[in-house]
């Protein structure tokens, strides 16, 4: 009985356990509707409009750091983007220090049916077209 226990129970509550340490991660949210100042633990915003998701990536990086300063990660955290347009600003600036682990990953993703667009433009208006079919726009910031 003992070796039926050393050879196949205890193997298989090792293998439970670990799956079920990587089933309960913490969940930020990001969405347009979001407020970097939020937790980012609620998909929508509260009623109070108090707390909700996070506006952005960067913002989701930020809040990340934020758990992470205390010391390591106890459980994987995973970044879940709703559907909509979102516009950078600036690049999003990943570390080292934002990586997770192997038994604490860091996932930023998509939400459940969602396809978020990220968009790092912006638009140009008032061409012109000049001599010899070269079009122009005056760019006020350049």
């Not at 952005?56 to 559907?83: C, F, H, M, N």
Request: net charge neutral; proline share 10%.
């Amino acid at each position: 009985m003992r070796s039926i226990f050393k050879r196949y129970i205890c193997p298989a509550m090792v293998i439970i356990l670990a799956a079920w340490s990587f089933s309960s991660a913490a969940t930020l949210h990001v969405a347009p509707t979001g407020n970097d100042a939020w937790s980012g633990r609620l998909a929508e915003p509260n009623a109070d409009r108090t707390d909700g998701p996070l506006a952005t990536l960067a913002g989701a990086r930020d809040a990340v750091r934020k758990l992470k300063a205390p010391g390591p990660l106890s459980e994987p955290v995973q970044i879940q983007v709703a559907d909509g347009v979102y516009v950078l600003n600036e690049p999003l600036a990943l570390t080292p220090a934002d990586s997770g682990s192997a038994t604490c990953p860091i996932s930023y993703e998509a939400a459940p049916s969602a396809a978020p667009r990220f968009n790092g433009g912006r638009p140009i208006m008032g061409f012109t077209r000049g001599a010899d079919g070269v079009w122009t726009a005056q760019v006020p910031e350049v």
